[in-house]
């Protein structure tokens, strides 16, 4: 039986980054997975190869859109889809491999299999029972579907099958307007695919705020996806040559149907719990089928912790990183944190869309005065340069105190751009202090400067 000061259950990034940052504190560390390689949903089946194929594609649509403007002549490329598939494997093996390597310049042990908690301070992976005073459990998520609906990963596919598809599809249709649909929305129609997102709300991306949403829906319609919103899909059916889908709007309760030769259902994913042992240990759950967890991330059994998708609170890699980083410090005795007011979301359509902080909906229902400070890509001399001046920089500043509430992006590399905002209120800042830093000229980033300006005296390019 081996024993460590901390087991790690999961190697996706909350808790490969977890395992790291215990070791580097000086704990005895080992990380428990089941899939062949390390990195998890995001890795394997997620984040990375889906930005691997929005890269592609977008390198595709630049060429037959934008080169000739540019004085680049000649024939857009083709696509060759089974090499793309293999670019995107290939990115996927050098960032898997790469956490092999983290681990052992760390001395992470890496145990392979899938782990089940037989007591506190127990871990068994197959026929070997492992010790540890801690246990971190970093399981992530699957996706989930609709009552009805099975996902079979051929025609009715989640984001995993929906990655590695045979071919392109003639008709998709995306059950969900959430990011995941949007971004392999965005992926197939770029090659070809008529695509139909059916939305349940009466706007895409819940929760963004709703100029940015509508900004996103207005673009990505020119894009040519189609929409239909406010409406439940009741059920998908399997025909012999295509894939009928049908949805009630919810208006008007009228009955539709689309066909589709494959669907993604996007609507959400669920806490990946099973076979952890966690009802026999007695670990509290929340009604939504995540772990409870106090404010140090602990769960309600003492030495069992937990972080990432499994606990509550936006499902992204880097707010799970941030939390096994914060639990390693835990657990070392120091103090973990994690400032979950400004956690970034992106998504990886082109034009990007970033956020961080509070959205206009929510500073008005919380009565907190705001001013908005805006400015268009279309006044940033970079972004002209490049063909991508869509899109612009809104920033949310306390009316009183200046303060940085929120800010919301859409534009060329917004993704980046957030980092700046992410950056300023961390550190408590006001609008004033962005605008007061000088910013590269010409770089996209003046438009962040810009927006800061426009809660002040006025942007200088608008
Ligand atoms: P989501 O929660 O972002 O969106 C799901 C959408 O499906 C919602 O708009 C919801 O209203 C809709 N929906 C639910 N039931 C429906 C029904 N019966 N008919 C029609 N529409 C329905 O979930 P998504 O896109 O599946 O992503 C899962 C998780 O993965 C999210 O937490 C997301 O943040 C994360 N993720 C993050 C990425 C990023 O940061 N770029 C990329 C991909 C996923």
Redesign the pocket.
């Given at each position: 039986m081996a024993s460590y000061d901390v087991i790690v259950i999961g190697g996706g990034p909350g808790g490969y980054v977890c395992a790291i940052r215990c070791a580097q504190l000086g704990l005895r560390t080992a990380c428990i997975e089941g899939r062949k390689t390390l990195g998890g949903t995001c890795l394997n089946v997620?984040?990375i190869p889906?930005k691997a194929l929005l890269h592609a594609t977008h390198q595709l649509h630049e060429a037959e859109h934008n080169f000739a403007a540019m004085g680049l002549k000649g024939k857009a490329p083709s696509v060759d889809w089974p090499a793309m598939q293999a670019f995107k494997a290939g990115v996927v093996e050098q960032n898997t491999k790469g956490i092999d390597f983290l681990f052992k310049k760390n001395k992470v042990e890496r145990i392979e299999g899938w782990a089940r908690i037989e007591a506190p301070g127990k871990v068994r992976v197959g026929d070997d029972l492992h010790e540890a005073a801690n246990i971190v459990i970093a399981t992530g998520?699957v996706?989930?579907s609709?009552p009805g609906i099975t996902i079979d990963e051929e025609t009715i596919v989640s984001?995993t099958g929906a990655l590695s598809l045979p071919k392109v599809p003639r008709r998709l249709v995306v059950?969900?307007?959430?990011?995941?649909?949007?971004?392999l929305g965005s992926v197939y129609r770029r090659l070809g695919a008529e695509v139909t997102v059916?939305?349940?709300?009466d706007r895409?991306?819940?929760?963004m705020d709703l100029e940015l949403s509508k900004t996103l829906q207005r673009t990505l319609k020119k894009q040519g996806l189609s929409f239909v919103l406010g409406?439940?899909?009741q059920g998908v059916e399997k025909l012999k040559t295509k894939t009928k889908v049908t949805?009630k709007l919810r208006k008007t309760d009228a009955e539709h149907t689309v066909d589709a030769d494959v669907v993604l259902v996007?609507?959400?994913?669920r806490p990946y719990v099973e076979g952890l042992g966690l009802e026999a240990l007695g670990v509290e759950m929340l009604p939504r089928g995540q772990i409870r967890v106090d404010a140090n991330r602990q769960t309600s059994v003492p030495g069992i912790w937990a972080i990432g998708?499994v606990v509550p609170g936006?499902?992204?890699?880097h707010k799970a990183e941030d939390e096994g980083m914060a639990v390693a410090e835990s657990i070392a005795g120091q103090k973990g944190h994690v400032n979950y007011d400004v956690i970034p979301?992106?998504?990886?359509t082109s034009p990007e869309v970033a956020s961080v902080g509070r959205t206009e909906e929510e500073l008005k229902e919380a009565g907190i005065s705001y001013k908005v400070g805006k400015f268009s890509f279309m006044g940033n001399g970079r972004a002209k340069s490049m063909l991508a001046a869509e899109g612009f920089v809104k920033i949310l500043a306390n009316a009183e105190t200046d303060r940085i509430l929120g800010v919301h992006m859409i534009g060329p590399s917004v993704g980046e751009l957030i980092q700046e905002a992410c950056v300023a209120m961390e550190f408590g800042a006001a609008a004033e202090d962005l605008a007061r830093t000088c910013h590269a000229h010409p770089t996209l980033s003046e438009a962040v400067r810009e927006a800061a300006l426009a809660c002040g005296d006025g942007a200088i390019h608008a």
């Open positions: 997620g984040c889906s998520s996706p989930a609709l984001s059950v969900g307007a959430g990011v995941i649909g949007l971004e059916i939305e349940y709300l895409i991306t819940p929760g409406a439940a899909v949805y996007a609507t959400g994913r998708d936006p499902m992204l890699a979301s992106v998504i990886y």
